[in-house]
């Protein structure tokens, strides 16, 4: 049995008789790493191939990414291994982040705030809340000022002096060769089997042009592999020989079964999913790579411009470069699209609220010829151009359908148990009450916004542990898991869902005759225990004329179609505040906002700034300011509005 299981083994046995291994086998690594690590380390310093000197390659600037948990011993022993064998220091970067409920927190924040190492550039402590390994990679790669960024953990040791010149010197190279700058690379002294590689170290070029440095689908294991797998289909992908950076776990006898170790193994679970999920996810890895190849394509041959584009509302998909799932079009037109979307959604919706779907009908046709969408059954407010738009999606391609119907059982007697007790949480829906023609919708969301509602969810244990272990329906936002009930008689309208990067996905519990959903132009019911799969961008609505309350779990998943920096958006992760006003600003034609004193200095596209300097000049507007929450525009004496 492989040391990390044994250990496991002994963690779980509710008997705590076998408690005393741990400790003795602790002892005993500690005993070994002494003995032996000062040997080691010894034979790497003396084996060390000839130094590099300073004057014959530029010195990039590192920036060191590391995510810490329990272990500031180990955290302070990597900074001190970096420090005391780069030849330059100076230009590192190392940031860490810390979870906020971590028992250690005061301590990383003692000893980063004691200067207790010292040489580097900086070492930034971000301390946030638990957002696993790979968001918090890609938090600190977001606040990185380096030309490259590495990716390390708390339990690495820098061995080889000289190793940043190493470093160097392969980057001059991979330069020379790669105009576009966009490379993989990773210390390799040897120690690694054949094919194989750890912690990458990506550049600048690689990081903006992908657009994330982690993939954040995954809850704590493959992230790696997955940017190694990109490297490789790219074959960008190159080791720094002869640099040794020691790995150490417990698995191979270098470290103790600490509380992080236990952490980790006692989840293994997780570990087989996220490898699951990563097999899965092979064609987002391909769409990743696409990416990154346009990059060095169009580095290799520039685009030229032929001539002015006078109508930019009539441009297509492949005028504006845009790739399958990369995202909506942001900027001016972009505005003016997402304004389009949202009020003609609106209208539509009123029509059919006020019983007149023709009306409906003729305002969808208007907005497609327009080209706010592509078909009048397809009204997402935010419309994802590239997708495949079909209104119904086979269950068989998704394979967790096959467990839910497994599990149906199970899902459906503990959510029966829960409903009509004193604390259901099922109750008259809040959020699509509009949506009521007549009757009553009752929900109850255990899943929103990226995160378990556990107000919600801790009445549906059995449920959520079954979807725990299906990361394409928990690991993104705005995906929702939820309950819902509808009553005799209920007539939810037709309506349209909010995007078309997911698809929606009803698990029938409780399905009596007389009820029927309408997808597009198909009119269909639900069976009980089989999953049906729909596109919600496209019109629905739900009717029930039987005579008892139809049960479903609803689930989304993201469009298999969906990739580039969109995708990594919705993954695993909600927006910030402040980066929901960026986008937001971005989306209103401002390019840039930035703080000039006490003031804010927002800077709008030129097509943006044309409006305003006609609308000042019409207006006899010379300037303004913001008060409060007001804002004060200023004319000359005397001038009145036109």
Known sequence: ??????????????SGGRGWIIPAINASIRARVALTSARDRSVAILGNQPPVRDDDVPHARLSVLCPSRQRPGGLRRLLRSMAGTATHPERIEVLCYVDSDDPAVARYRKMLDGRLVTGLDRVVLQVGEPIGLPA????????ATGDLLAMANDDQVYVQRGWDLALDRRVQELSASHADGVFCMYFDADQYPEGSADFPIVTRAWFEGLGY????????????????????????????????????????????????????????????ADHALYIRADVDRERAAQVLRGLIDRTASPATVTGPKEDTMAMSVEDTGVEPGDGPLTGTRGYILQTARRHYANLIDAWH???????????????????????????????????????????????????????????????????????????????????????????????RDGAWQEDVARHFPVTRAILDGIPEVTTFSPGVITVSRVVPGT????????????????LPLIVPPGVWIRVADEKLTWEEGRCLVFDDSFEHEVGHEGDTDR????????????????????????????????????????????????????????????????????????????????????????????
């Open 491 to 506: 007539h939810i309208m037709a309506h349209c869902g909010p995007t078309n990067a997911t698809l929606r996905i009803h």
């Open 1 to 14: 049995m492989p040391l990390q299981d044994l250990a496991t083994s002994i963690l779980r046995d509710p």
């Open 353 to 447: 609220y006020g019983g007149r779907p023709a009306d409906a009908w003729a305002c969808a046709e208007l907005a497609v010829a327009q080209g706010v969408w592509e078909h009048p059954l397809q009204r997402a407010r935010e419309y994802i151009p590239g997708l495949e738009a079909r209104p119904l999606h086979d269950a068989g391609t998704f394979w967790f359908t096959a467990l839910l119907e497994q599990r149906y059982p199970e899902i459906r007697a503990e959510i029966e148990s829960v409903l009509n007790r004193p604390d259901d949480p099922v109750q008259r829906t809040t959020d699509d009450n509009a949506l009521i023609l007549a009757g009553d919708w009752k929900q109850a969301h255990l899943f």
């Open 551 to 642: 049960i479903v779990l609803i689930l989304d998943t993201l469009h298999p179609d969906l990739a580039g920096q969109h995708s990594q958006r919705l993954l695993q992760r909600r927006l910030t505040t402040e980066e929901q006003m960026v986008a937001f600003l971005r989306d209103g034609g401002f390019a840039e906002v930035r703080r000039e004193g006490d003031d804010l200095v927002f800077e709008p596209e030129p097509a943006l700034r044309d409006l305003i300097l006609r609308y000042m000049e019409n207006t006899g507007v010379t300037g303004a300011e913001l008060r409060g929450d007001a804002v004060r525009w200023h004319r000359p004496a005397g001038a009145e509005l036109g």
């Open 136 to 143: 918090a990679w890609n938090a600190l790669a977001a606040a």
């Open 213 to 272: 440095f982690s993939p954040e689908m995954f809850q704590q294991w493959q992230a790696e592999r997955w940017i190694f797998d990109i490297a490789r289909r790219l074959d960008r992908l190159y080791p720094i020989a002869g640099v040794r950076v020691d790995h150490l776990h417990f698995q191979d006898y270098t470290a103790p079964f600490d509380a992080t170790y236990q952490r980790h193994r006692i989840t293994r679970e997780k570990s087989l």
